[in-house]
């Protein structure tokens, strides 16, 4: 199975920072690695697939790049509602695995 | 607008079988650009994949629950269906079901998009 390394695991930012978070495969995935946001008690939802395509209707100020084995999610000016869990995911072979996720908090 | 539904007990006793249902509405399960899919999260935890079906009755598990996981479709209710038997409290969890949508026919290029809203089942006496 392809390992996921997420970091950092949790975040404290305020309104308006630059955010960037960082996802390792244990192996190269080329260019197969999605990034989802979830809110409390809600299911997830993509933002970026393909390491750095944007999600129709998903905000401009999410971006995502890499390829191979390091990937970020960058999030240039954050808003109120981006405080959520993020989670990087590779869909370059199945089994299918996640990272274990970044949260995002108020600082 | 594609829409999924979970649905089934959301209590399970151990060793019993967990059996979810996941109604597709706006939308057909019969579709060959899609592969249907359940995800799992326990309480306060990550993401887990647990399995895919494709319209044809094909299917992909994740090898650690490969034993005692079962995925199907039926094209003329438009769901899916999952089965996991032998149940612990490490199978409590809220479980999505979501469609894998396939960018092209490889469909090395895929994402979970949309997904339920999920169901929480609780394993326990």
């Known amino acids: 199975d392809i390992q996921m390394t997420q970091s950092p695991s949790s975040l404290s930012a305020s309104v308006g920072d630059r955010v960037t978070i960082t996802c390792r495969a244990s192996q190269s995935l080329s260019r197969y690695l999605n990034w989802y946001q979830q809110k409390p008690g809600k299911a997830p939802q993509v933002l970026i697939y393909?390491?750095?395509s944007l999600q129709s209707g998903a905000p401009s100020r999410f971006s995502g790049s890499g390829y191979g084995t390091d990937f970020t999610l960058t999030i240039s000016s954050l808003q109120r509602e981006d405080f959520a869990t993020y989670y990087c995911q590779q869909s370059y072979s199945t089994p299918y695995t996640f990272g274990q996720g970044t949260k995002l908090e108020i600082k | 607008q594609v829409q999924l539904q979970e649905s089934g007990p959301g209590l399970v006793k151990p060793s019993e079988t967990l059996s979810l249902t996941c109604t597709v509405s706006g939308g057909s399960v019969s579709s060959d650009s899609y592969y249907w899919s359940w995800i799992r999260q326990p309480p306060g935890k990550g993401l887990e994949w647990i399995g895919y079906?494709?319209?044809?009755?094909?299917?992909n598990y994740i090898p650690s629950l490969k034993s005692r996981v079962t995925i199907s479709v039926d094209t003329s209710k438009n769901q899916f269906s999952l089965k996991l038997s032998s149940v612990t409290a490490a199978d409590t969890a809220v479980y999505y079901c979501?469609?894998?949508?396939?960018?092209?026919?490889?469909?090395?290029?895929?994402?979970?998009?949309?997904w339920g809203q999920g169901t929480l089942v609780t394993v326990s006496s």
């Open positions: 079906v494709y319209y044809s009755g094909s299917t």
């Open positions: 393909g390491a750095s």
């Open positions: 979501a469609r894998l949508f396939c960018s092209d026919r490889s469909c090395y290029s895929n994402w979970f998009d949309p």
